[in-house]
């Protein structure tokens, strides 16, 4: 089973998903505006998370969520993070009755 997961983790690594991963994350980091949006949702983040300014988080999230670069970044990232929930299931589900008693 161990080795069947490293061929898991090594397929991925090789996927065109990865590559794409990638290559949105590079052209993000060349991207001023894109990241201008992210520097300016960081900020006001902390606002809200501080002073709870609702008006102005709400329009710099909406602002960073209509970027299609950003936009198919978060989706790449709410992919992998489906996936590995799914492993981590499917691991608790073999693993069941041996470490939860």
Known sequence: MVENAYEVIDLMEKSEFKKRLIEVKRKINKDKDVKKLIKNF????????????????????????????????????????????????????????VTNK
Not at 86 to 93: A, E, H, P, Q, T
């Open 42 to 97: 960081e900020e006001v983040k902390e606002l809200y998370e501080k002073f709870n300014v609702k008006e102005d988080f709400m329009k710099a999230k909406n602002d960073l969520l209509s970027n299609e670069l950003l936009k198919e970044y978060i989706n790449l990232q709410e992919q992998i993070n489906l996936l590995t929930l799914k492993i981590n299931n499917r691991i608790k589900k073999v693993t069941k009755g």
